[in-house]
């Protein structure tokens, strides 16, 4: 059992993430990048940035090394949750939206 104190929503790893959530990578060289989950396997997420990781080929990650972010919500979390197909383009998008909104929280 893991003692140390989850920086996020989850208690275990086990639990997962839900589609639509915005994650950062913990390990690997993908490490502090934000990304958008885009399935879930069990105690795996699908996650996909648009641009390195696709949404046609995403990244299979382990729920350890991803810590939750925020809840995506609009469009393309509707898209996500319905089961309809989203563009890369419209990733990249919302992440980028997403970080220019998010860049003056938690600075100096």
Known sequence: M???PMGNRYNSSKSGFIKADIVISKNGRDAGKRFLV???D???????DGKSRR?????RKKNKHLMFE??????IA????EGEKI?????RRFLAE???ENAGEGGM
């Open 42 to 48: 069990e105690g795996y997420s699908l996650i996909a």
């Open 55 to 59: 949404y046609e080929k995403p990244k």
């Open 70 to 75: 925020n809840k995506s919500t609009g469009i």
């Open 2 to 4: 893991n003692n140390e």
């Open 38 to 40: 885009i399935g879930t």
């Open 78 to 81: 509707e898209k996500l949750t």
């Open 98 to 100: 997403y970080t220019a």
């Open 87 to 91: 563009t890369n383009n419209e990733i």
